[in-house]
């Protein structure tokens, strides 16, 4: 703990100086440009490359620093440290004073076995958290290996390690942010801050200061370490790296709490201590008995009787007893690494073992972090998709039934509602190896994957439709548009998503079939009905929607762009549970 401690103070001195730069207020509550000049930066120009390294210096690398590892020695010593095993120990010394007083004939046969189980006990102990500690090593590799930035007026790579509070750090689709930043622009940027929060939907971002106090998961002026960027782009200013981002603030927690004792080690040392007293009672006893009935006055007496009552005192210590322990939480420990859970301490198994009630975050625990499109409702019907995740594979069926698509209207319908949730849609799914990644906003990758279900190809929508135009998603708005060219036609198609009431009430018809109808209050009242039935099913509901467009019309209509709608219909997609996860956590 005394390393932990002063491996925190000797970092806090190193960025006492950055926090004096703060002052009293947060960041997320000052103009972005004010941010900027608390720390000496230029938003334009970044830092020069003398000053970079001159603050990386100061403030010490951008990682996480590890707690001072144990060293082997000093954790092999560790498994000693155990009331039972003291307690053996003194015995083993006892038995080897008798065998000396006692001439020293032969070998101390009952010293050397209590011995050879000390040691073999220490010895499993020992290389099974060794073990633990190697597969946490190989965890924590995984980290942010670079970052764009911008030094000198010009944007370079540099490795994240080597970032530093004030510098201009360049944020795109697709990328991991690599430090605690305030943002100083942003186009239509979205972040998953899912690592840190736990929120399983992409954050929209903004450059405004936030005149309020607010939480963590508020701040949208903020950008933080781990988090992804699933959508837009944009620039930030460090304002804290290392052990000071809330990542570092969080690890540095971990680090520094407290070992409690287990129950387990509680009640070892009860046993320990009983056992102690016990073991010098019954010497005692035996000692004084002998003395009084033998009416002994010799030395050789006092001896032989010495040696009796220790002898019968050692023999009632149970040698056993910590080897048996060490074993059966052993084999504990196997049984959990079966089911890929690691357990770095051997006492903790009896720990888990004693738990009745489990707190664990959902998104990317219990669940895959991969939305996936399950069902879509048309004016002709339901249909439900299989498959999870980014595989772009699964049979499409009727809900009622099961049985496949066969009506060519609601074939017809469910191409233009999968279609338009391709062509609404920044996501990029690409696979390597047989594995498929996704780039981009989970939920709109949820679309083209429920597309290519269907059949519906990148290739086929680009030789159709070429995007000319987008309205951004905002979370005032809770819609977004793109705007496409329809191939070898005179008009352009606006296609929208968006939450379904708010979508709803931009809509005057609806697409049934390959006929266009009036969108009537009772077709409303149903579609809204049918939202909140999908909603019950712990789905996230989308709307798709379309208008054509006169090329003519298009730079005029401006806000407008997004009304006169037709309905095309509504997607749930769900993040499903991981399949491990039911049986992690049944009882």
């Known amino acids: 703990m005394r390393e932990i401690v002063s491996a925190t103070e000797e970092y806090t001195d190193k960025v006492s100086v950055r926090e004096e730069q703060a002052g009293d207020i947060p960041f997320y509550r000052l103009p972005a440009a004010e941010v900027a000049a608390r720390l000496e930066s230029d938003p334009k120009q970044g830092l020069a490359s003398a000053e970079a390294a001159a603050r990386l210096e100061r403030y010490g690398p951008n990682e996480l620093q ?3 590892p144990t060293p082997k020695w000093r954790r092999f010593l ?11 120990l003194v015995a083993t010394v006892i038995s080897l004073v ?3 007083l006692e001439g020293a004939h032969g070998a101390p046969f009952e010293a050397i076995a209590i011995i050879l189980i000390v ?51 360049v944020i795109e689709e697709g990328t991991a942010i690599a430090a605690d930043g305030r943002l100083l622009d942003v186009t239509s940027l979205q972040v998953a801050e899912a690592a840190l929060t736990g929120e399983s939907q992409p954050t929209n971002k903004k450059v405004g200061p936030i005149d309020h106090e607010v939480g963590l998961g508020d701040r949208d002026n903020m950008v933080y370490s781990g988090t992804i960027v699933t959508f837009g782009r944009g620039r930030a200013v460090v304002t804290a790296t290392g052990m000071q981002t809330q990542m570092g603030k969080i690890a540095g927690m971990i680090q520094a709490a407290p070992e409690e004792p287990t129950p387990l080690q509680i009640e070892i040392e009860s046993v320990g201590r009983l056992l102690g007293i016990s073991v010098i009672v019954i010497a005692i006893v035996i000692i004084a008995t002998v003395l009084l009935v033998d009416n002994v006055r010799s030395l050789p007496g006092l001896v032989d009787a010495l040696i009796l009552g220790v002898s019968l005192a050692v023999a009632a210590v149970p040698e056993g007893l910590p080897t048996i322990l060490t074993v059966v939480l052993a084999l504990g420990v196997q049984r959990m690494v079966a089911r890929n859970a690691i357990v770095k301490k051997l006492l903790a198994v009896e720990t888990l073992g004693s738990a009745s009630v489990i707190c664990t975050d959902k998104t990317g625990t219990l669940t895959k972090n991969e939305m996936t ?13 299989a498959g999870t995740g980014y595989e772009p594979f699964g049979e499409l069926s009727m809900h009622e039934t099961a049985a496949p698509v066969s009506d060519e209207e609601l074939n017809e319908e469910l191409r233009l509602v999968l279609g338009a949730g391709a062509l609404a849609n920044n996501a990029v799914v690409e696979e390597r190896d047989g594995i498929y990644t996704i780039q981009g906003d989970p939920t709109e990758a949820a679309l083209l994957v429920a597309a290519r279900k269907l059949g519906i190809t990148d290739e086929e929508l680009k030789q159709r439709f070429s995007r000319i135009g987008e309205v951004p998603f905002s979370s005032e708005r809770k819609m977004m548009s793109t705007v496409q060219r329809v191939n070898g036609d005179a008009e352009l198609a606006v296609i929208t998503k968006g939450a379904p009431d708010v979508l709803l009430a931009r809509c005057d018809r609806e697409r049934v079939g390959d ?27 989308l709307g798709l929607a379309y208008r054509r467009l006169a090329h003519e019309s298009y730079d005029e209509a ?10 095309l219909g509504i997607v749930g997609i769900i993040d499903p549970p991981r399949p491990e996860a039911a049986a992690a956590v049944k009882v």
């Open 66 to 68: 590890a707690k001072v």
């Open 558 to 567: 401006g806000e407008h762009l997004e009304a006169d709608l037709v309905f």
């Open 98 to 100: 008798a065998w000396v």
């Open 515 to 541: 006929t266009v109808q009036s969108l009537t209050e009772e077709r409303r009242a149903e579609i809204r009905a049918m939202v909140e039935t999908l909603a019950a099913e712990a789905l996230r509901t």
């Open 119 to 169: 040691l073999l006990n220490s010895v499993i102990g020992y290389f099974q958290e060794e073990r633990a500690e190697e597969a946490v090593a190989a965890l924590q590799k995984m980290a942010v290996a670079s970052a764009i930035v911008i030094r000198e007026g010009r944007q370079q790579t540099v490795a994240s390690r080597e970032l530093v509070p004030g510098d201009v750090l």
């Open 78 to 88: 560790e498994q000693f440290n155990n009331p039972l095993v003291i307690l053996l």
């Open 373 to 385: 499109v399950r069902t879509v409702v048309t004016p002709s019907g339901r249909v439900d998709l």
